[in-house]
């Protein structure tokens, strides 16, 4: 009997979640909304919020460079800061759906999910699964048209005799990611979300887990 009181009297550890905020414009428009509702959410289900990101004046249709938040929480992502990221809305997070899927895959392989509130999904139950498998299936078919184009702009350009090598300062880069790179790797993640989420050319992250190999 005393066993039993003294395991019912144990806590169940909360989950650690990290909040990202973000509005595309500064004409008046604050996270402070976004932040509230998430802030609710995480009060009434127990989750310990551990950190909150927030890019406010970044387009979701721009580069990633040019969201800093979202970056670092990237990078706190394969340092496992946390358990789970949420946010308000789909668009929130990615500029596509291409993009959205490829972050879920990253996150996933570290064993982060994903709460989204207006469309109420989360990534670590079925329903939620569900939506990341069929949002997968349409993500790989819009991979494989940009691989048509791709191949038929290199056609092209090989036809007009324009040159087909590596861009200037691909060396830098791939000194500079290594670390990164590699770091994901181990964690399970695919060489396509590493390109994705480090900012870098796909055969740039080949070329360094090649030659990570071959040092042992």
């Not at 500029?95 to 509130?117: D, P, Q």
């Not at 050319?201 to 360094?208: D, L, P, R």
């Amino acid at each position: 009997m005393a066993t039993s009181r003294k395991r019912s009297s144990r806590k169940t550890a909360s989950r650690r979640v990290a909040l990202y905020l973000r509005v595309s414009t500064t004409n008046g428009q604050t996270v402070e909304n976004q932040r509230r509702v998430l802030q609710d959410i995480a009060k009434r289900a127990g989750w310990d919020v551990v950190e909150v990101y927030a890019d406010e004046g970044y387009s979701g249709a721009k580069s990633r460079d040019q969201r800093p938040a979202f970056d670092r929480m990237l990078r706190d992502v394969t340092a496992r800061r946390f358990d789970m990221i949420a946010t308000v809305a789909l668009d929130r997070i990615g500029r596509s759906m291409k993009h959205l899927v490829e972050f879920i895959e990253t996150i996933k392989a570290l064993n982060v999910g994903l709460y989204i509130h207006d469309q109420s999904i989360d990534t670590t139950t079925p329903a939620g699964e569900l939506f990341f498998n069929v949002a997968s299936a349409f993500a790989a078919f819009e991979r494989r048209l940009i691989q048509e184009r791709v191949k038929s702009g290199l056609a092209r350009r090989k036809a007009e005799g324009k040159p087909l090598g590596r861009r200037v300062g691909w060396r830098k880069a791939k000194r500079k990611h290594a670390d990164a790179v590699l770091k994901l790797r181990k964690a399970g993640v695919s060489v396509r979300n590493i390109a994705e989420t480090v900012g870098i050319a796909k055969s740039t992250v080949q070329v360094i887990l090649k030659e990570a190999d071959a040092a042992g």
